[in-house]
């Protein structure tokens, strides 16, 4: 393996693990400002580290994830196309940005103080990043298909 490629897996690798920690967080965050009331401290309090921890460290970290996975795509000719893993996986990462997304949207009508779900559902909703990224290390380490 030449260095360039180690290079963008361990770059990859720690973008990877600051998007999921804010996956992680986010969610644990909304539980906390369901019980929030409108207009008080609290609630400004987790408006603004929702805002900061999306837009400074989840966003850059998402970018950064896809777009050093993409380049390790192309600098390596370790992926066999044929095998059906490399599509679990990205399917996988395709619905960990579609979650990303739904956080996002979620971030903005606590924002907006229009929030309508129930910390039940943020609870829930806390899980399946987790979910996800079990199923990206499985594919991407055992292979299984």
């Given at each position: ?13 720690i973008?990877?693990i ?16 369901v019980?929030?009331a ?12 929702e ?17 050093l996975g993409?380049?390790?795509?192309f ?15 990205l ?5 960990l ?13 606590f ?14 909703l806390?899980?399946?990043p987790?979910?996800?990224?079990i199923g990206i290390?499985i ?7």
């Amino acid at each position: 393996m030449d260095a360039d490629y180690l290079w963008l897996k361990a770059l990859h690798i720690i973008a990877v693990i600051a998007w999921m920690a804010g996956m992680l967080y986010l969610p644990r965050l909304f539980v906390y400002h369901v019980h929030a009331a409108k207009g008080l401290e609290l609630s400004e309090r987790l408006k603004v580290m929702e805002r900061r921890l999306m837009r400074a460290i989840m966003n850059p970290a998402m970018i950064a994830s896809v777009a050093l996975g993409v380049a390790l795509l192309f600098v390596s000719d370790l992926v066999d196309w044929s095998a059906g893993w490399i599509y679990a996986k990205l399917a996988f990462v395709a619905a960990l940005g579609g979650l990303h997304g739904l956080l996002s949207r979620h971030r903005r009508e606590f924002a907006e103080d229009r929030n309508t779900k129930s910390t039940r559902y943020f609870r829930i909703l806390n899980e399946a990043p987790t979910v996800l990224m079990i199923g990206i290390v499985i594919f991407v380490v055992v292979r299984p298909f």
